[in-house]
């Protein structure tokens, strides 16, 4: 059974840094792309980043050069560096991988 487990979210300040972390439980998390979304208040949930199987990365535009994604197969984990963060960003950001969703963690940024 697949399950994802996200950290590292919570309150940072206007142009601050935060770094989310995905966990998967499962085989084969290698071989998927993994990518994570976001939610805002009343908004859709809109992809942020997504690394494929063979590292290659696609991104927002609206997190292009500030955001970076990246993964530890080793560690069944996916990771994403946030910097330079506004309050466009704040949001519940999900990790997805093989079509399941993680819990989501909240991303609030505000002075």
């Known amino acids: 059974q697949v399950q994802l487990v996200e950290s590292g979210g919570g309150l940072v300040q206007p142009g601050g840094s935060l770094r989310l972390s995905c966990a998967a439980s499962?085989?084969?998390?290698?071989?998927?792309?993994v990518g994570w979304y976001r939610q805002a208040p009343g908004k859709q949930r809109d992809m942020v980043a997504v690394?494929?199987?063979?590292?290659?990365?696609v991104y927002a535009n609206s997190v292009k050069g500030r955001f970076t994604i990246s993964r530890d197969n080793a560690k069944n984990s996916v990771y994403l560096q946030m910097n330079s963060l506004n309050a466009e960003d704040t949001a519940v950001y999900y990790c997805?991988?093989?079509?399941?969703w993680g819990q989501g963690t909240q991303v609030t940024v505000s002075s």
């Open positions: 499962g085989s084969l998390f290698g071989s998927y792309d």
């Open positions: 997805m991988w093989k079509g399941v």
């Open positions: 690394i494929a199987s063979n590292g290659n990365t």
